[in-house]
């Protein structure tokens, strides 16, 4: 039995190398942000807006455990996830952890693109994206760091990338 938690900021690729890595090894794959939404039929953004923070992450507490019940999975969790409560311990101890460790100049080039879609992100761009991240990855690199295994994702340009970093996480699970 195999339980796998993708962690990382948003944009790290948690999703897009986890889909690979997933098959690759042959586990189910689920992003908990859409299991989430899937579940309360609402996307994260409006959870937020309606629940506000506290009460999201207590939401997403109790899905990351009803998830981690699950066996030959590889679960994609929330940028925020592994930050609350005692969720990293939690997925240290029920599996493997890695965290896709991106710098913030690669996140910011990635985030840029996506931005619409992402409601925290709008009306920030260049410098003051840059220094979102960089002041939440301050707070949030003790948690990632806890990972049993930190793996430098920064190329991550096309699929050839992707199966590169899949194929390399692959042997080190």
Known sequence: MKRIFLIGYMGAGKTTVGKDLSARMGLSFIDLDHYIEGRFHKTIGQLFAEKG?????????KMLRE????????????GGAPCFFDNMEFMNSVGKTVYLKVSVGELAKRLELCKGTRPVLQGRSGKELETFIEMNLIRREPFYNRAGIVFHAEQMLDEHDVQSISQELATLL
């Not at 923070?53 to 507490?61: G, L």
């Not at 998830?67 to 929330?78: M, N, R, Y």
């Open 67 to 78: 998830v981690s019940t699950f066996e030959d999975v590889l679960i994609s969790t929330g």
């Open 53 to 61: 923070e506290e009460a999201f992450r207590d939401i997403e507490q």
